[in-house]
Every structure is written in C-alpha cells, then in structure tokens.
C-alpha cells in the first residue's frame, strides 16, 4: 500500500467551483505540505502543517485553503477555482528532524483542470 | 523569484556513460541540499542529498557536489542506466523553507 495517497487523481473542473484535494498519510508523519507544479517552475509550496493545531502559509498560498483533520489527513480546498490554478498538485510528508530540508516523501500528485 | 535554478530542462546521455545534472542557488542562507527523481504519473521520490557543512556526498551509482562559493550543486550518475530516464529536481532549504528547482528531464539511451 502506498504511504501517502491523494483523491482524486484527476479532476476537471469549471471556474469558480468549489474543490477539495485529499491527502492522507500512513508514515506517521507530523509534518505534511502541499505543493503545485507548472511547467518551467518547478514545485512550489503552498501551505505546511507542522501537527494538527498548526497550519502555516507557503510561497503561493493566495485562492487556497487548508484543514488538517488529524495527524494523517491534510486537505487542500480552491474556495472558487480559476483557470490559472490548473496544474499538478503534490502532497508531502516529513518527520521532525533536523534543521532544514528534511527529506519529504511525495503522494502520486492530482492533476486539477479548471475550465 | 526562483532561488533555486536547473538552466538545462533536458539532457540525453549514452547508457554506461556519465550524466551530470546542473543546479544553481542564489540564497546563502540554504543548509541543506537534496535530490529527487519524478517519473511520469508519480510522485517526487527523494534520491541524495547534503548539508552544508560537506562537499560530497556518494550513494551507489550517485554523487552530489555542493559548491557553496559558486551556489552550485551537481548529480553525478555513474554509470547511467536507462532506468534513470526520469524528471530531476534539485532543492535546498534552510529551516523549515525549501524551494525547488524547475527539474532537469534525463533521457538515456541504450
């Protein structure tokens, strides 16, 4: 089984819809990050949780919304989707350790269309 | 602004020959180095890395180089396979901030 899914793996979706992204963990992990890839940019963070009571923005957090349910649920939300948010969504996870870039172990990715 | 930079978005080497993937970074404050390989309809999986405080780092068939005076890192995969056709990404960190690089597609052939 994987240790970190995402649902759905797929979506299309029209602009100013409402849209949840779901992650959920088995690692037992405290840490859990959500990011998006674009072409030609890479990985970008949008919000990290570092336990349930902990919810902290990323690089890119404006049109987004989070909720961290339990130590193995971290959920995504577009309040009102546009099309600029059409991109590949990750999940991820890490463990408390060092300073720094601890190494994160990545979900499957959703892949979000916004028409 | 993109702290953390892959000039080359493609490579394509010969199977049992070197790949050397190229990573640049404008803040100094980074600690800590890493690697990841994305193949198609996957997540990122973590591959290397190092911390500030080293020069290399070498696991199998893989080596990273940091260069903190040039911001520089590199991959270097010896000898290639052409199960290493993936997307990689360098990213580098400092406390609890990482940035990503746009990813670096390798192709090698047989």
């Known amino acids: 089984d994987a240790d970190v899914t995402q649902t759905p793996r797929n979506r299309i979706t029209k602009t100013g819809k409402r849209i949840m992204l779901e992650c959920s963990q088995t690692k037992g992990h405290d840490r859990m990050y959500w990011y998006r890839q674009d072409p030609g940019l890479g990985l970008r963070l949008i919000y990290y949780?570092?336990?349930?009571?902990?919810?902290n923005k990323g690089e890119i957090s404006d049109g987004y919304s989070v909720s961290r349910q339990a130590q193995a649920k971290f959920s995504l939300s577009l309040e009102s989707a546009i099309p600029n948010q059409t991109a590949l969504y990750f999940c991820a996870t890490s463990d408390l350790g060092r300073r720094g870039g601890n190494e994160q172990f990545f979900g499957p990715g959703t892949r979000l269309t916004v028409l | 602004d993109q702290q953390v930079k892959q000039n080359s978005p493609s490579l394509s080497v010969q199977e049992g020959r070197i790949s050397i993937l190229n990573c640049d970074y404008t803040n100094s404050m980074f600690d800590y180095f890493l690697w990841y390989k994305k193949y198609p309809a996957e997540g990122p999986t973590f591959l290397i890395s190092?911390?500030?405080?080293?020069d290399k780092n070498e696991d199998g068939r893989f080596t990273v180089f940091l260069n903190k005076s040039a911001k520089h890192l590199s991959l270097h995969i010896v000898p290639s396979q052409p199960g290493d056709s993936a997307v990689y990404f360098c990213a580098a960190s400092v406390f609890n901030d990482m940035r990503f690089g746009a990813g670096t597609r390798l192709t090698v052939k047989p």
């Open positions: 949780s570092f336990d349930v009571k902990d919810i």
């Open positions: 190092i911390s500030s405080i080293k």
